[in-house]
């Protein structure tokens, strides 16, 4: 079967490294994919945006799935786009990824699913914001943009003046754009922050082993909310006593209610949960793989996962046996480029690839990456790299990711170094 996935970042990579392993996997389009993913497949100078131009490509190359990494084009209803031409596809559609395309959405899904979730207030304009802070204390808060923001559209504040700050940077200043013109105030929640990830379609439900994802940007959890600075699985906070419960109490009240909203969902439903004294209670929903969760998730996985994509979209999930897991923990360290959450380096030749690439139990995946017409691989985003290794226990495994990140290096380079000593704390 030929495959075409949407995407160019390092989740789109270990998407297509993990397919190729499939015995039924004939060839692998990456759209329009990085340099990485132009050694494990092949990539299409396509616009993961470019739906007419994509649907042609896969009618042309007789492609069997479709699978879309990023939450933009989910959320534009790309999977709507190719259902209209009978082409398979993986992941929701427009009217269900809203679950991750509108926060207000998700609150109501999650609300009338009698989900744990943090207490919160909607607001359409900065004005009412603004006096709700007035009565509302000097207490610690969050404010969320409603819509998409690369993952940043999230202020975590200490007290009433930052929170007033986050506000008129999304309302007035108009940071996030088209994505604040609904803001959420909510109470922040205490605790460690996990994911956990499930497949669905739309009736059974196969949750994937627990991650924890590094979310602010340097060491302790200090600096600005990015995409993701690295992750590791399994997450020893969730064990399984715990993951039974996430199972019960979120993913299938979730799933009932997106029913019941004549949403239904088809696809990975990626929850962010904060494992608070109280019990996990969710911050968000991701429609789609976690980025960089994805990676660890991938490595350790040891079932077809060409398998498991076919029978979510044919809604016959209820066939698979138990998911197959390598019993090894996975660490992944992204490496960023220098002014990322900001504005940052592009260009710059990167060094050492090759080298980190032929250590045992490490894979580098590729996210903000590019060939030159040289081949010289260059830096063409915030995150550029994901180290993953495996390792016989957690501390293992993140020596070999920063063992092979050490011999990477490029003009501006940096990374955390403390990814996965949180598994060292029990929640």
Sequence with gaps: MNILIIGSGGREHALAWKLKQSPRAERIFVAPGNAGTAIDAENVPISEMDFPALIQFAKQNEVGLTVVGPEIPLVAGIVNAFEKEKLRIFGPNKAAAQLEGSKVFCKEILRKGN??????????DGESAMAYLKEYGDR??????????????????NNRDE????????????????AANRVIIEERLRGQEASVLALTDGRTIVTLQPAQDHKAAYDGDQGPNTGGMGAYSPAGLVDDGKLHWIEEHVFVPTVH???????????????GLMMTPQGPKVLEYNARFGDPECQPLLMRLQTDLLDLLELTIEGRLEQID???????????????????????RKEDAIYGLDEAANLEDVKVFHAGTKLDADGVVRVNGGRVLGVTALGDSISEA?????NAVEKIHWNGSW????????????N
């Design 115 to 124: 989900v744990p979730t943090g207490n919160h207030r909607v607001f359409y």
């Design 140 to 157: 610690p808060l969050v404010v969320k943009a409603d819509g998409l923001a690369a993952g940043k559209g999230v202020v975590v504040c």
């Design 163 to 178: 929170a007033k700050d986050a506000v008129l940077r999304m309302t007035r200043d108009r940071e996030f754009g088209d």
């Design 257 to 271: 209610s997106l029913n019941r909203n004549a949403t239904p969902f088809k696809g990975v439903l990626y929850a």
């Design 322 to 344: 138990l998911l197959k897991w390598d019993p090894r923990p996975a660490v992944c360290v992204v490496m960023a480029s220098e002014g990322y959450p900001g504005k940052y």
């Design 398 to 402: 993140k020596r070999a990711a920063y």
């Design 415 to 426: 990374f955390r170094t403390d990814i996965s000593d949180k598994a060292k704390v029990k």
